[in-house]
């Protein structure tokens, strides 16, 4: 079983930034790929980006040049820099986790006003 508490959502005005943590805890050592989704309102959920245990990153074209995955393997934490936030961006950010199985957090909502 693993954990996950995602932290760092608020209100913040276009052009801003945030960033967003993701605290894993559990059987941690399992996890291979971590990723960021998004689930805006009438919206599927959608993958901003992934990070495996190895580094690799993948982004959404949406968000490429903006937005930016990092993970502390030794903290189990994975991290979202969002920068030259749009309105567009407004959405619950999920925090993701695949073990062989799939784990989701909580979610945190990300508002950006014009």
């Known amino acids: 079983q693993v954990q996950l508490v995602e932290s760092g959502g608020g209100l913040v005005q276009a052009g801003g930034s945030l960033r967003l943590s993701c605290a894993a805890s559990g059987d941690t050592f399992s996890i291979s790929t971590m990723a960021w989704y998004r689930q805006a309102p009438g919206k599927q959920r959608e993958q901003v980006a992934s990070?495996?245990?190895?580094?690799?990153?993948n982004y959404a074209y949406s968000v490429k040049g903006r937005f930016s995955i990092s993970r502390d393997n030794a903290k189990n934490t994975v991290y979202l820099q969002m920068n030259s936030l749009k309105p567009e961006d407004t959405a619950v950010y999920l925090c993701?986790?695949?073990?062989?199985?799939?784990?989701w957090g909580q979610g945190t909502q990300v508002t950006v006003s014009s």
């Open positions: 990070t495996t245990r190895g580094g690799s990153t």
């Open positions: 993701y986790a695949w073990t062989g199985s799939n784990y």
